[in-house]
């Protein structure tokens, strides 16, 4: 049985090794190449993806109710067709309980072992998950890939690595041995068993479903819990291809495949509120709205709660060594995903004038129209912008982003990308605020919509950003400068607002990527999230010590070293 | 100013060996002898101790009020006279506020040598604590010594070994390099800066107040919190002894020494709940009633929580090798500290009849009438009993015992220590209930009040105990059996509800014993408490990663190992 385990050891532990040393590693390739997937690797998942649709999706959970399915390609405009299994709280969590014992009670290895074989199978079928993500989340075929395929494997395999780090960092027996002067030691046989906490329920996002679920859903796997995964309505099929896998290695291995079930509920009629509060649900892994967010903090007690919400990432624009360099870089990060990341910037604070760029200095307008100019630039060519910007998941963005447009000077407007046929799109936003706006800039405008802010000059700019972080959270921050003890104010005052800094990108490297075994995703350390991807106080309490102890046989003399 | 951590890193290393390997180990003796913490210690500790008296406590905290105190010896009856700072909880929190950003700043192993400094402190001055320990909670000098001094301060380093290790296991730096195919390679360098909570509370209990304490609080403080330390006003002094050497080697070592403050209330104006809702406050330790948990679990929002409260620790006999071995193993732990242990036995769930008992079989009130007469034989001579028994902390318990009596036959009475002067005691009460009076048992009964449950087989009897173990929630459980099988059916349940189980105890060690680097005390896996001293997830959160990221020099041929 724990064949598995041996088989991927040796990724187990180049996973462990990257986590120690936090270097570059990742052992699934993430170019969607024949090269490396297969030559008919491509080919075969847009067949597989055209057969899912309009079909019901096979899954062999129980359920008593009509299927269900509202999935529409942002890409087309048109539904996917794919029905699944209605998700009935009690008829979940029921099967959840019976199938929970055997898994609780199984070695670590055997679960680690299961839960690398998902890992390899998922990886295997990386194509057939990018037009799940691309046709769900609206993300380009390439960033669907990706961020759908092998980067979340790598969020998931670091999750499983660290876990099985504190799953074995202690003994599992040991003998206790305590002198008594000239008497006998006391001597005592101890066990100490890992108990899980029960059933975790993940709660999926509707961007990056995969990426952001894989870390809750693999760490409470692998120690011990039962798992129920509810992805959101818009982006089930991504999920419902992963919980499949998982259901399918756990059969082969001889578990219940009800350790891993899928919760398909509908945008009408949602299931996860009632979900979360159910006694049986010991963990909860959320990433989505702070309003969400909040509602679970508010309601949920005695329950590990992992979420990971949003803040108001802030830029701050001190100097710049190359002004084209730091604004293709900025463009770059505004646009990507049409600014649909938890990571994407949105608060730009530049100083009012005396900017200094290259050899010169340019105020805050000069600022403004090379950054206008980057995005332009980078959108220039429809094929790369439709690329860079994939669609706009939910119709919701669009009425949020004519709402913006109404808050100050448009610097740059938003447009539907030309030539983007039925696609969902929209180009960046951006706005002119003045400081004092915060009422406006303080809060998430999620979508393609970000906001210069003049600010009087640098340090304010540094100020407000860094209060901003700590007060409404941000999963990252950005500094360009060119005065190097301006970086350390920067640097000193972004930590204590617990927002992770990136100074000075330029070229291929930019502040929205995250990266497995050596970026800390989110830290816990403002209003953005509580939890980080993937720490060990991410993994540390999803399951607990329960000691067993007896008393040992006495020691004879030979045992104790003496002469016999 | 690395030197304390020089110092004291070879007991560190040991420390974190001995959590590694859970085998028996403590650098801080045992044993109150003069050979050991010299010969006039235990005299010049009663005299400070005298002189403390009718004083008031020397701690150059800021406070406008009266100062406070309210302590009686349980031994004496007399007002221990001593008056503390009144703590005012906005004064707290803006002493903590001004103090905590140099501690946080501070090098890990800066902060790691202060906490191991304090500790050499406070175990060089373990005869005062015991005085004080003594005369707070009531407990016999040997166990004030022992459970307030040495074993807390195993404990205190236990946290501070840990989270040792939690901060230094992933480097403080590191180059990330992403290949980029035949272009040059993305270099970055990182770094991550551990950013602590901000300001942690620590809520003292009762009856061991440092040996409950000292995992919260130096969990807190190594990882670069301020501390307020609210200990319950019954038991001050022990606490304040400690707060008083924590300021002392801060203040020694050129910090302020609010880092770690005294909060004294009284139970007619108590400043807990205040304190903990505080929005400055970003982590509560807490021992003591699971009402206040309930509190604390239901009002407290968006901070780490960590609880040990209370539960109904069962055992379970289905037979026993030695009868009167057995009996005089459960008999100390029910007298000892008069059941004033949060590990001490509450329900014995013993069959009615065939209880195999050495040679033969004894049936329930064989077996009741052994307990009994166990109970008698240790407590026959009065200063051994006194040593074992201590005194009453609370007069409620003496009202408790009496509710007691009335819930069923009363196979032992409970009745004052003769001889023991002004000491407020009381033997154990035995009363004997049936399965079916969950509503009497199947709740804590604080103090020397122990049931003996009727149950008609010994199946029965591992039912309702580990039932009960779950649902009302157990710090330990016992069990004495004969038949191996049983023993192994015996452990999977008591696993399953999450209560650490000890096996056929006989001789000098209890099942109400725990021991530092070895035994996981509470597992957080039920109701009796959510935190466990000392496990990874007790420390992991208490600081966060935050990482700061900045292009790396490119690398030259020579450093890719290219010929130049």
Redesign the interface.
């Known amino acids: 049985m724990a064949e598995l385990f041996a088989r991927h050891r040796a990724t187990l532990e180049a996973a462990l090794a990257a986590?120690?040393?936090?270097?570059?590693w990742s052992p699934y390739p993430e170019v969607p190449s024949g090269k490396v997937y297969g030559e008919t690797a491509k080919a075969e998942a847009e067949a597989a993806f055209a057969r899912l649709r309009g079909t019901l999706f096979p899954l062999d959970q129980e359920s008593r109710g009509e299927p269900v399915g509202e999935e529409v390609s942002p890409w087309t405009g048109e539904p996917l067709g794919i029905r699944y299994p209605r998700g009935e709280v009690e008829t979940l969590v029921a099967a959840a309980e019976r199938a929970r014992?055997a898994w609780?009670a199984a070695p670590v290895e055997i679960r680690v072992g299961i839960a690398l074989e998902i890992l390899t199978r998922l990886n295997r079928d990386s194509f057939l998950m990018a037009n799940a993500v691309q046709h769900t989340t609206g993300q380009s075929f390439v960033m669907a890939f990706q961020a759908g395929g092998p980067h979340a494997q790598d969020r998931g395999l670091e999750a499983v690595a660290l876990a099985f780090e504190?799953m074995t960092?202690?003994?599992a027996r040991?003998?206790?041995?305590?002198?008594?002067g000239k008497a006998p030691p006391?001597r005592?046989d101890?066990e100490?068993?890992r108990?899980p906490?029960g059933i975790g329920l993940v709660i999926g996002c509707s961007t990056f479903p995969t990426w952001n679920g894989y870390p809750g859903l693999f760490a409470s796997l692998v120690t011990g819990n039962a798992l129920i995964v509810k992805p959101h309505p818009a982006a089930v099929l991504p999920l419902a291809l992963t919980v499949e896998t998982a259901r399918a290695v756990l059969r082969e291995e001889g578990f219940d495949s009800d350790i891993v079930q899928l919760a398909v509920d509908t945008s009408a009629a949602p299931i996860t509120k009632e979900l979360a509060l159910h006694p049986a649900i010991g963990i909860v892994d959320f990433t989505g709205s702070p309003a969400f967010g909040a509602w679970l903090?508010?309601n949920l007690?005695?329950k590990l709660l992992f979420t990971e919400e949003a803040g108001t990432n802030p830029v701050v624009v001190q100097g710049c060594r190359d002004l084209s360099a730091v604004t293709a870089n900025l463009a770059f990060s505004l646009a990507l995903y049409s600014g649909q990341m938890c990571t994407a910037p949105q608060n730009i604070f530049v100083p009012e004038r005396g900017i200094p760029a290259g050899d010169g200095t340019i105020d805050f307008d000069a600022f403004a129209s090379a950054l206008v100019r980057a995005i332009d630039e980078l959108l220039a060519d429809p094929a790369r912008a439709s690329a860079v910007l994939g669609t706009i998941r939910d119709p919701a963005t669009l009425a949020r982003i004519e709402k913006a447009r109404g808050l100050g000077r448009i610097l740059r407007d938003s447009a539907p990308l030309a030539g983007a046929g039925p696609a969902r799109t929209a180009t960046p936003l951006l706005v002119e605020l003045g400081p004092e706006a915060e009422a406006a800039w303080c809060s998430e405008w999620f979508g393609p919509i970000a906001f210069l802010i003049r600010c009087r000059d640098a340090e304010e700019a540094l100020a407000k950003a860094a209060d901003s972080a700590a007060r409404r959270g941000a999963i990252t921050a950005a500094l360009w400068a060119t005065d190097e003890g301006f970086v350390e104010r920067a640097?000193e005052a972004?930590?204590?607002a617990?927002?992770?800094?990136?100074?000075?990108?330029?070229?291929?490297?930019y502040v929205n990527q995250a990266?497995a075994f050596?970026?800390?995703h989110v830290?816990?350390?403002n209003p953005a999230g509580?939890a980080?991807f993937v720490?060990?106080?991410f993994v540390?309490?999803r399951f607990?010590?329960?000691?067993?102890?007896?008393?040992a046989p006495a020691t004879t003399r030979s045992d104790r070293g003496e002469p016999s």
């Open positions: 986590c120690r040393t936090r270097g570059f014992g609780a504190e960092r202690f003994p040991a003998v206790w041995e305590k002198p008594q006391i005592l101890k100490w068993r108990v906490r903090r508010e007690r005695g640097v972004f930590v204590r617990g927002a992770p800094l990136s100074v000075n990108l330029e070229g291929g490297i990266a050596s970026d800390f830290t816990g350390a509580n980080t720490d060990p106080a540390a309490g607990r010590f329960c000691g067993v102890r007896r008393p």
